[in-house]
């Protein structure tokens, strides 16, 4: 009975919680959209979904004799093998890296990374806009925290005067609810004159930039000047998992103190697999990236100078709207009633006051689609907006 009452007293504390973020327009549910046309996933470059890349890896397992289903244990006891090795001795090379460490996802590569490196007295700066996985592993390290004005270099510097010990600079390649670059070249001047360290998040860049895929850093020549790099598998390249990037070093660094990669189950032989051959088939498919440009370029055309509409290149986009997060899952409700998988990306996600829809570009999408969409979306700011002057006819 005591325990009972126990339960119902959590579960009256969790209700609570619950109706507070009900009453601000901020719970989330999962749901299950079908029969829309994607623009919400990342699967930019439609590997998720390739029947082909499927049957390679069906195909390779065979090959290989694999028996096992999953990797019965953490990489230091029994679930190291042979061809794991082998493929993160391939993911360096793509990388042009000394090592590369698979981890089981870009979140988990993060918090291995930031909880396990600055040290006491250290300081870690982040971009405001940085991914939640690198603020929550700056937070279980033993370092001074600091964020900076999104790619603000002139707020980066200032913060970089205030910081103690070895300095950290994380940042994203590509942002992922903004879509925009960081300004690499610079902010490894930056680093260079105060010998910081920078820590380079390539997940939405990782298929979509660079030879193979090899991410933003890697296309323009600057990965040798950059410490450590995390690439994620699960969104352009269609997977799961991830790998950290950088020196033997930093990769026996990783293995002996990183508790996400110690503590937990490596991946299954049949994910190391699937890894092997989205490269494979990336590599033989390298169009795929020409034409994710050229749809985001269709959809720029489109939008034309709407100037609640992100100006970005990349294959995320965004739709800044007024009125909070109820006038934004509205707009985001009124395209899935046209056919248009949009979904809305409400505050606590992203700053209130900054609440948009999200639209992800993908190889599968038609010219067609995408134009329809783009009418779509100018016909909602229209709506929103009082000014209707404001906006481009």
């Known amino acids: 009975m005591a325990n009972l009452k126990r339960d119902n007293t959590l579960d009256h504390l969790l209700s609570k919680k619950l109706y507070e973020r009900e009453s601000n327009d901020l719970l989330r549910k999962l749901v299950i959209k079908k029969g829309l046309i994607d623009f919400t996933s990342n699967d930019y470059l439609g590997l998720a979904s390739s029947k082909n890349l499927f049957r390679n890896i069906l195909n390779k397992v065979d090959h290989l004799q694999l028996t096992n289903n999953g990797a019965t244990g953490s990489r230091l006891l029994s679930g190291n093998s042979t061809y794991t090795e082998q493929v993160e001795a391939r993911l360096a090379k793509i990388f042009n890296s000394e090592s590369a460490l698979i981890f089981n ?113 890697v296309s323009v020549g600057l990965e040798r000047k950059i410490g450590i790099r995390i690439y994620t598998f699960g969104k352009a ?110 505050s606590p996600t992203v700053p209130s006051g900054s609440e948009r829809l999200r639209i992800c570009l993908h190889t599968f999408n038609t010219d067609t689609e995408i134009i329809d969409l783009t009418k779509q979306v100018r016909t909602i700011s229209r709506k929103i907006f009082k000014d209707k002057n404001y906006l481009a006819p």
Not at 269 to 292: K, M, R, T, W, Y
């Open 237 to 346: 390249m269609g997977i799961h998992g991830a790998c950290v990037a950088g020196s033997n070093v930093l990769q026996n660094h990783l293995i002996n103190f990183a508790r996400p990669f110690i503590y937990t189950t490596a991946m299954s032989p049949h994910s190391i697999v699937a890894i092997d051959c989205c490269f494979d088939f990336l590599g033989e498919n390298n169009h795929l990236q020409n034409l994710l440009e050229q749809k985001t370029l269709v959809y720029k055309n489109g939008i034309g100078d709407l100037p609640n509409c992100s100006s970005n290149s990349s294959a995320i986009q965004t739709v800044l709207l007024s009125g909070g997060n109820q006038s934004v899952k509205n707009a985001a409700s009124e395209l899935q009633k046209n056919g248009f998988d949009v979904r809305p990306i409400l």
């Open 105 to 217: 996802s870009g979140y988990t590569a993060n918090l291995a990374v930031l909880s396990s490196l600055p040290q006491r007295n250290d300081t870690v700066i982040y971009d405001e806009l940085a991914h939640a996985c690198i603020k929550d592993g700056a937070r279980l390290s033993l370092a001074k925290r600091l964020s900076f004005k999104h790619n603000d270099l002139n707020d980066l510097e200032s913060k970089i005067k205030k910081s103690t010990g070895h300095i950290f600079i994380a940042v994203e390649s590509i942002y992922s609810m903004d879509g925009d670059e960081c300004p690499l070249k610079e902010l490894i001047t930056i680093s260079e004159k105060y010998d910081a360290t920078i820590i380079l998040d390539e997940a939405h860049s990782t298929g979509v930039k660079g030879e193979a895929g090899s991410g933003l850093a």
